[in-house]
């Protein structure tokens, strides 16, 4: 499976972003995709993920209420939706996937830079 991910900007504060991410190369059936995010000088931090098969969905507290995580089967694209942007959220965010289940992801796309300004 191959993610990648897309839709980072620099945006100021109070805007909003939808990140996308393209998924090939093999049945996601199994697979539970997440959004993750690194700052500089931070750990990378789970966002959001969604069940592809099913709505269950799983929105991190610290973006809870701005943020909403989607899928699209017949594109095979999952979406970030990032609503009132803060400077705290700006970050290089990831995709990934792994099998429902499972402890670690085991596809990583490549990261999308998000720059929020004040």
């Known amino acids: 499976v191959q993610l990648q991910a897309s839709g980072g900007g620099s945006v100021e504060a109070g805007d909003s972003l939808t990140l996308s991410c393209a998924a090939s190369g093999g049945s996601l059936s199994r697979y539970y995709m997440g959004w993750f995010r690194q700052a500089p000088g931070k750990q990378r931090e789970f966002v959001a993920g969604i069940l592809w098969s099913g709505s269950a969905s799983t929105i991190a507290d610290a973006v809870k209420g701005r943020f909403t995580v989607s899928r699209d089967k017949f594109k095979n694209r999952t979406y970030l939706r990032m609503n009132s942007l803060k400077p705290e959220d700006t970050a290089l965010y990831y995709c990934?996937?792994?099998?429902?289940?499972?402890?670690?992801?085991?596809?990583w796309g490549q990261g999308t830079q998000v720059t929020v300004s004040s």
């Open positions: 990934a996937a792994k099998v429902r289940g499972n402890s670690d992801y085991d596809f």
